[in-house]
């Protein structure tokens, strides 16, 4: 999904002529699994028509169904990070794209979450943050949580992590964000919670979002 982002990145400002847009309006709705009218998607998102024209262009290139399961989103994932293992945090972020639990992203589902996390408020960016890192969608974040999707992004950076992965690492950030985020001491962290720690200390609300960098 990198390469799509990075398309939208460098194309928004460019000008499509009229035929591409009429193009992109028949493609969109004889692909397999046809996404919500351009239209409606615009009224979704925080993104402009032409800007979705862009974003569907690249999911169609590498998708060309309409939809990606997991292993295909774990392949193009890996593709970015050829130097650690992206398995696991490539799963945790197909099941925050994934919102209605059927094993598979479509694009209304990548482009609502791409809008939250590129343009969002700060407060739909910490939630949708809270998402990935509430693995079993109880509403809590517990420490065994915050461990697999720390330790899945030192895995995913393989030797370009900093500082260097050592055995305990992980633990030792967790351990220390959960001093700041569990307020009342019970061993779970809740959505008020998270947010109002992340608000109140600027270096962990970088460190909570650091799937921005690695999306």
Same mark, same amino acid.
């Given at each position: 999904m990198g390469a799509v982002v990075g398309t939208l990145t460098m194309q928004t400002k460019q000008r499509r002529p009229s035929r591409d847009n009429i193009d992109d309006e028949l493609e969109m709705t004889t692909v397999c699994h046809r996404p919500e009218g351009l239209d409606q998607l615009e009224a979704q998102t925080n993104f402009s028509k032409q800007e979705l024209q862009i974003l569907y262009r690249g999911f169609k290139n590498e998708c060309p169904s309409g939809v990606v399961d997991e292993e295909t989103f774990k392949h193009i994932y890996a593709q970015f990070f050829p130097h650690g293992d992206a398995s696991m945090y490539a799963h945790y972020l197909f099941n925050a794209f994934d919102t209605t639990n059927n094993g598979s992203i479509k694009f209304k589902d990548f482009v609502m979450g791409l809008s939250?996390?590129?343009?969002?408020?700060?407060?739909?960016?910490?939630?949708?943050?809270?998402?990935?890192?509430? #693995?079993?969608?109880?509403?809590?974040?517990?420490?065994?949580?915050?461990?697999? #999707?720390?330790?899945?992004i030192y895995d995913m950076m393989g030797k370009y992590t900093y500082p260097a992965l050592k055995g305990d690492v992980p633990q030792q950030h967790v351990d220390a964000f959960f001093q700041k985020m569990d307020k009342n001491k019970?061993?779970?962290?809740?959505?008020?919670?998270? #947010?109002?720690?992340c608000q109140e200390d600027e270096t962990m609300m970088r460190s909570m979002q650091l799937f921005e960098n690695v999306i």
């Open positions: 939250i996390l590129l343009r969002g408020t700060l407060r739909e960016k910490l939630e949708w943050t809270f998402l990935l890192y509430d #693995i079993n969608r109880d509403g809590y974040i517990n420490r065994e949580e915050m461990t697999e #999707i720390v330790r899945a019970d061993g779970v962290v809740t959505l008020e919670e998270f #947010i109002i720690a």
